[in-house]
């Protein structure tokens, strides 16, 4: 089982920059790949990022690409999302998830543990 926290969420002006972390519990957070959705209000969850186990992949959603970058450390059980030049249509509840390996990385279906979300607003 793994337990995710998220944290660094916040209020920022177009343009600026936040780094959201998620801590993760449990001794095997190294052999999940993990993954960053968003979750507007009256829209569905959407794929932000993803990382696998190891870190030497990477995947990220159109929208952001360029600006937002996911990394973990394994041996401090965390993983982050640095979100530069932020839009107001980046403005969402984000979520950190934990993926068994299984499935696609972009669909939050193939999601076994999620944290309880942190907020990012950006304001025009």
């Known amino acids: 089982q793994v337990q995710l926290v998220e944290s660094g969420g916040g209020l920022v002006q177009a343009g600026g920059s936040l780094r959201l972390s998620c801590a993760a519990s449990?001794?095997?957070?190294?052999?999940?790949?993990m993954g960053w959705f968003r979750q507007a209000p009256g829209k569905e969850r959407e794929f932000v990022a993803a990382?696998?186990?190891?870190?030497?992949?990477?995947y990220y959603a159109d929208s952001v690409k360029g600006r937002f970058t996911i990394s973990r450390d394994n041996a401090k059980n965390t993983v982050s999302l640095q979100m530069n030049s932020l839009k107001p249509e980046d403005t969402a509840v984000y979520y950190c998830?934990?993926?068994?390996?299984?499935?696609?990385?972009?669909?939050?279906?193939?999601?076994?543990?999620w944290g309880q979300g942190t907020q990012v607003t950006v304001s025009s």
């Open positions: 998830a934990a993926n068994r390996g299984i499935g696609c990385l972009k669909d939050y279906l193939f999601y076994d543990y």
């Open positions: 449990g001794r095997t957070f190294s052999s999940y790949a």
């Open positions: 990382i696998s186990w190891s870190g030497g992949s990477t």
